[in-house]
């Protein structure tokens, strides 16, 4: 290859006179280059013209043809240490000026998005999607959860150093090779070869919009799929995490359903970026029967990981409420779940002694429910019920259509079982049996409803967290 073919090449995958292009590249990829390095940067800057601006990202050792535009006469580079950007040409001290003062390395007053302003051209010379900078703007633009501040020191043009905290910074793992046919078949990137190197020639402004309107809706667009990949894994729960911290709802997820020992049930719901848990079941037996020294140190652990516990659940009334009570404040839990059926006098014990109780219907109508619970309220009325469609549907009531209606529970419903089956009682997926769940879900976001979603209180699910909270978000997206 030489200089000349290497610009007759450029020409026709659409680089032009005038044109801005960000250069991302692998000079070993073209084969043997006549000039070497010097020779395939002027073939750019032929083609570019004294009208064109040549960038190239700055911030690390990036390769030779990096060095090759940082060493021009008259080259600029951008003075933000952890997003740096070289620039030649006219247009390269407007692309870089005052880089370190945007409030992000690649968003806003960046070279990255002044490029797309400038109607751009990105370039990757024999180099793939995951050494396109550029798309850590597309990130920081949408502001996506994952990403976290860094903290650097910026020498600025005085001389003077400064502290600088940059929002929304790129972490690990990306799977930005996965975007590659999305660019490619919406036109927006035209593929090539010039000598030995695939070239890649993508319009800014078109890819900026497609993947703004495609990360919109899809906020794991650059993280892969890989169940092994840890990094894609936690980015992905930090997504989870930050669509439920801005519903009015807390979630909170069966024990039972996060898995059978303490560990497992931990790195199960990290994964699926849920901080609460309803204890039920430990390894098969229930929590409430354990000692207090075996409760305070499962409640420890928990907390250890930053995971909180949301209440007890009891399969039924207790016998001795008192003993039950002095075991639970020992153990730092303060709000009890258990069936409403029968529960007067334990109810009186446990309020007596300061704990949260919460009711929850089991083999009874609507009617009857609300009855039992309207005499109970009379003597204590904060008290708060647990509403599980579940239960309902196997009594032969539609939870949504008649049983949260006619049983008035709209005022005083404090949770809601998020579980299905159908009316003889098999477990189903969310929104597949008829327990009208998604239909209560509904309703109760429409309300602001405060309270908790159990996902998997009260019920099984048929398949483990992984599949039920996929299926809760589903339903969410659908609702």
């Known amino acids: 290859m030489d200089r000349k073919e290497i610009s007759a090449g450029l020409r026709e995958l659409g680089l032009k006179n ?8 692998s000079y070993l990829s073209l084969g043997e280059v006549i000039g070497g390095p010097s020779a395939v940067i002027h073939a750019f800057l032929d083609v570019i013209g004294k009208k064109g601006t040549l960038l190239v990202p700055a911030f690390a050792s ?62 990757l010379l ?110 992905r729960a930090a997504i989870y995490a930050y669509e439920m911290a801005h519903e009015s709802f807390q979630l909170t997820v069966s024990s039972r359903l996060a898995g059978r020992y303490i560990p497992e049930m931990v790195e199960n719901m990290k994964k699926q970026g849920i901080n609460l848990i309803e204890l039920d079941y430990l390894q098969g037996k229930l929590f409430a029967k354990l000692s207090v020294k075996k ?54 014990i446990l ?28 003597n204590t009325p904060e008290l708060l019920f647990c509403f599980n469609a579940a239960n309902f549907a196997k009594v032969g009531e539609n939870p949504f259509l008649y049983s949260y209606q006619a049983g008035r529970f709209i005022k005083t419903t404090g949770q809601l079982d998020v579980a299905d089956c159908t009316w003889d009682g098999n477990r189903t997926e969310l929104a597949l049996g008829n327990a009208e769940i998604k239909e209560m879900i509904s309703i109760m976001r429409c309300r602001n409803f405060s309270g908790y979603f159990c996902l998997g209180g009260g019920a099984f699910y048929p398949g483990d967290l992984e599949s039920a909270a996929g299926n809760f978000r589903q339903l969410m997206k659908n609702i």
């Open 62 to 123: 990036l390769g030779v043809l990096v060095e090759e535009v940082k060493n021009l006469p008259g080259a600029i580079i951008s003075t933000c240490p952890v997003g740096a950007v070289a620039a030649y040409g006219p247009a390269a001290e407007e692309l870089c000026k005052d880089h370190w003062k945007a409030e992000t390395a690649h968003g806003i007053h960046t070279p990255f998005t002044r490029l797309a302003e400038k109607k751009g051209i990105i370039c």
């Open 126 to 235: 024999g180099v793939d999607q995951d050494r396109n900078t550029t798309l850590h703007s597309i990130e920081a633009l949408l502001e996506l959860p994952y990403l976290q501040p860094i903290s650097c020191t910026v020498k600025i043009s005085s001389g003077k150093e400064v502290k600088k905290e940059y929002k929304y910074f790129p972490g690990p793992h990306r799977d930005f090779i996965g975007i590659d046919a999305l660019l490619r078949d919406s036109g927006a990137m035209k593929i090539g070869r010039i000598g030995n190197a695939q070239v890649r020639m993508i319009d800014s402004v078109s890819m900026f919009d497609i993947l703004m309107t495609t990360g919109e809706e899809c906020p794991d667009l650059f993280l892969c799929s890989n169940p092994n990949c840890a990094d894609c894994v936690k980015q």
């Open 351 to 378: 309020k007596k002694n300061r704990l949260d109780v919460v009711l929850y219907n089991v083999a009874q109508s609507s009617k009857s429910a609300a009855q039992e619970f309207s005499d109970l309220l009379k």
């Open 295 to 348: 409760l305070q140190e499962a409640v420890q652990e928990f907390k250890d990981e930053k995971i909180e516990v949301s209440g007890i659940r009891l399969p039924c009334v207790p016998d001795e409420p008192e003993k039950l009570a002095e075991k639970l404040l020992q153990s730092g839990i303060n709000r009890v779940i258990m069936p409403l059926s029968g529960s007067a006098e334990a109810v009186k």
């Open 18 to 25: 005038g044109s801005v292009v960000m250069l991302h590249s």
